[in-house]
């Protein structure tokens, strides 16, 4: 027996168990300091009333013969699936109830939709990512290259034709660079793929936090992405469904290659290897989708939003440059004076007690940024970014 040797090649976890290990150090020493964290990409507010009652409501069907549930669907419950449907069409997409898969979220889904594509696939990976990508390609065994965000592009790489890639993956808005797509951008992507016959692998996870109409709710507001693309989605940031889990990924019937169907392959692999999201947990994220629900949680999205508001405007005081912070809870910011991700990380640590994330974990392109979320509670933001604009106002 041989175990798999390309789990040699991931690289270790390291940001957040040094972030964990350098507060926890500072804080042994420093019994008396109060310390604030602005580094969790973990929602704090609980979940929505709504969604509590259906959870209730579903709870109580499972103790009754005749609206108990056992195995569901592998493709999610159709009341979810319809949900979803009637979300998407409010901004204009339309979606085939059997083009939507319910998942146990999007990491999940992320990870396992590699199993319909060939090991022989170069992947385009934004850099700095969301570590998943290249982790689930380098387990693998996938050949891996970069696309440079960088402050001169605003974060956004933009297709390079010179370069050939099969698998091209897209986060927006951003973790953790906050930044996102307008539509005329996400096009010239879907072009691209077009041409070469690439599939993008869209990561939506955040798509909630945008207001700004000219930006993507979905890859499927543009063009042409039938035929190239796939979108990963969450209830986790949507309505707090981080712990309860829940998601979905959209695969268009079009995204054929070589008489492959993408969707076909899907529900293949999913009927092969799961089975199915909690029926009391479908009820729950079904009721995020209804009229009330909406309103409820997009009270907690405005909360996570103020959040971004007053760190965003303490950069802006300082004059320190940043992404993100309007349509996204991540706000990525230059470290001020010259200083790398790591020396920032302590300099706040030590000198205002507040704990962020260094970029330098996010890639290479990271290095000399620095991660804060909007996703505290309103105190710890307000006295967090007041104690940061006092340290970086000297
Ligand atoms: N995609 C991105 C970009 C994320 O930042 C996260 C979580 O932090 C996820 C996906 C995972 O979402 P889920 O909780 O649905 O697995």
């Given at each position: 027996m041989k175990f798999n040797s390309y789990f040699n090649d991931i690289a270790d976890s390291y940001l957040f168990a040094e972030v964990a290990a350098r507060t926890a150090k500072y804080a042994a020493a420093h019994p008396d300091k109060k310390i604030l964290r602005?580094?969790?990409?973990?929602?704090t507010l609980p979940l929505a009333p709504e969604v509590i009652k259906s959870l209730h409501a579903a709870v109580d069907d499972m103790s009754a013969k005749e609206t108990f549930q056992g195995y569901g669907p592998y493709e999610g419950y159709e009341f979810l699936r319809e949900r979803i449907r009637n979300y998407y069409s409010s901004y204009g997409v339309k979606l085939a109830l059997d083009e939507i898969f319910v998942s146990d979220g999007a990491k999940s889904d992320l990870g396992n939709v590699?199993?319909?594509?060939?090991?022989d696939n170069t992947v385009l990976v934004p850099d700095p990512v969301y570590p998943v990508y290249v982790d689930t390609n380098v387990m693998a065994g996938r050949k891996i290259i970069y696309a440079d965000a960088t402050e001169q592009n605003g974060f956004l790489p933009m297709p390079d034709y010179s370069v050939k890639a099969d698998i091209i993956y897209i986060c927006?808005?951003?973790?953790?660079?906050g930044a996102a797509y307008t539509r005329e951008q996400l096009k010239e992507w879907v072009d691209y793929a077009n041409s070469l016959g690439a599939v993008i692998l869209y990561d939506?996870?955040?798509?909630?936090?945008?207001?700004?109409?000219?930006?993507?709710?979905?890859?499927?507001?543009?063009?042409?992405?039938r035929t190239c693309a796939i979108e990963f989605c969450s209830f986790s940031k949507t309505a707090g469904f981080t712990g309860t889990r829940c998601g979905y990924t959209v695969v268009p019937k079009?995204?054929?290659?070589d008489g492959f169907s993408a969707n076909k392959m899907w529900l293949r692999r999913q009927s092969t290897k799961f089975n199915g999201v909690p029926y009391i947990v479908q009820r729950g994220a079904a009721a995020v989708f209804t009229d009330e629900g909406l309103k409820e949680i997009r009270a907690n999205i405005a909360y996570y939003k103020n959040n971004a508001k007053l760190i965003a405007g303490v950069m802006d005081g300082l004059g320190i440059k940043y992404t993100g912070g309007k349509n996204s809870p991540y706000i990525w910011l230059k470290c001020p004076n010259g200083m790398s991700s790591w020396e920032f990380f302590d300099y706040l640590l030590e000198n205002a007690q507040v704990v962020g994330t260094p970029g330098a974990g996010f890639g290479r392109?990271?290095?000399g940024y620095f991660r804060l979320t909007a996703f505290g509670s309103e105190e710890v933001t307000r006295e967090a970014t007041q104690r940061i604009q006092k340290l970086l106002k000297k």
């Open positions: 602005l580094g969790i990409g973990d929602v590699l199993d319909i594509f060939s090991r927006s808005p951003n973790n953790p660079t939506a996870a955040y798509e909630c936090f945008i207001s700004d109409d000219r930006l993507a709710r979905s890859i499927f507001t543009v063009d042409g992405a079009e995204l054929t290659r392109n990271g290095e």
